[in-house]
């Protein structure tokens, strides 16, 4: 059996199925989530004339918007995803924003870019679900001019993101299904160890790597951690399928779980992630 191939086609069932509409779905409480690595990434892209600017794994496009809005009419981004829910919405935003913004559905780990097009390439928690991650970073390198600049953000790990992971450990006696997470597979953490991300920009090409932690205060409205769990994650995944009672009690528990991180209409956590720069060696 090819491994790599199955969890390709995992991604892309899971990005086209449930996982993505539900990021559609809940697309303004991610926004405002994640603004602050959102705008650790825009005040890093040069503005000057005929800058290109690429976004791995775009989402919806909040960020890639972010970025052509800071560039104007001197330059221009396109946002890349593999999700066709996600890559539709993010085009409707650009259209109803006036935003001069592009979009490709496509596997950024595979897709044919035009040689040398890119000046910047950035991600936001974009960049964690490739079966191949060298050979994926070797494409954007592909994509990238002479000197581009890489630059993305990533999740540190489990251990350093307790909110992230709360909501499955307080549902598992619950849902005994919850799959387990495997630390070197594609998905949220797999960027956690420093070592491993450094080796593959390493073996694909990149130079000047740099890789540092950063710890960013996020929120989100109280009103909308419900909702938040019950789409999102792992648990997300489960529910959307679940029965009504069963529902209501993994809602229950799990709500009563997060109540440390709720303060009056503000639910808080700390993001502990990796800021990782590289640049393309000419």
Known sequence: MNLARQTDDEQTKLWNGPAGR???????????????????????VATGAGSRVLDVGCGT???????????????????????????TAARARAERESVPASFIRADAQSHAFTPARFDMIISRLGVMFF??????????????????????????????????????????????NIPAR????????????????????????????DIRPIDIACTLPETELVRYLTRLGPVGLILHA???????????????AFAPYVHGPEVR????????????PS
Do not use: Y
């Open 61 to 87: 496009g909040g960020t890639t918007l972010a970025v052509a809005r800071r560039l104007g009419a001197k330059g221009s981004c396109t946002g890349i995803d593999i999700s066709d829910p996600m890559i």
């Open 242 to 256: 679940a029965d009504d009672r069963t529902r209501a009690q993994v809602i229950e528990v799990v709500r009563a």
């Open 182 to 209: 495997r630390p070197d597979a594609p998905g949220q953490f797999a960027f956690a160890d420093q070592r491993r991300v450094h080796r593959i920009l390493q073996e694909s090409g990149w130079a000047g790597i």
């Open 269 to 280: 956590f700390t993001a502990a992630c990796w800021m990782v720069g590289a640049r393309a």
């Open 22 to 44: 539900a990021w559609v779905e809940v697309q303004p409480v991610l926004d405002q989530m994640f603004k602050p690595l959102e705008d650790l990434l825009v005040a890093a």
């Open 131 to 176: 079966d191949d991650f060298v050979r994926a970073f070797a494409n954007l390198r592909h994509a990238a001019t002479e000197d581009a600049q890489l630059r993305f953000i990533a999740w540190r790990s489990a251990a350093e993101n307790p909110f992230m992971t709360r909501a499955e450990r307080a549902a598992a006696p619950l849902l005994p």
